[in-house]
């Protein structure tokens, strides 16, 4: 069974940096689309960014362009999410997820179906 664990969260100030890790347990091979969403108490989960099966394109939120980049690891078999400048309305619980299969790319939390537990990220001012 193939699991996503996330990790790399914790507790910045503004203008800080952090990344997140994604690892796909279970799966031989890192060559699947991915993305990463946040999620306030609250509200609906956002979409961040997303990297595409062949691992050559990438897509962003507006709200993320420039400061966020998604970049995988085959290696490693993991995929990050840097975020750089953080603001304090960045904290949320941030997740990693893969899309249904035969979907591409997509910004709709509904088309994924497998998610990481997620991880804590918060940002003082």
């Known amino acids: 069974q193939v699991q996503l664990v996330e990790s790399g969260g914790g507790l910045v100030q503004a203008g800080g940096s952090l990344r997140l890790s994604c690892s796909a347990s279970g799966r031989t091979s890192s060559s699947y689309a991915m993305a990463w969403f946040r999620q306030c108490p609250g509200k609906e989960r956002e979409f961040l960014a997303g990297?595409?099966?062949?691992?050559?394109?990438?897509y962003y939120a507006d709200s993320v362009k420039g400061r966020f980049t998604i970049s995988r690891d085959n290696a490693k078999n993991t995929k990050y999410l840097q975020m750089n400048s953080l603001k304090p309305e960045n904290t949320a619980v941030y997740y990693c997820a893969v899309p249904k299969a035969r979907v591409l790319y997509t910004r709709l939390p509904g088309e994924y179906d497998l998610w990481g537990q997620g991880t804590q990220v918060t940002v003082s001012s």
């Open positions: 990297i595409l099966r062949n691992g050559c394109a990438t």
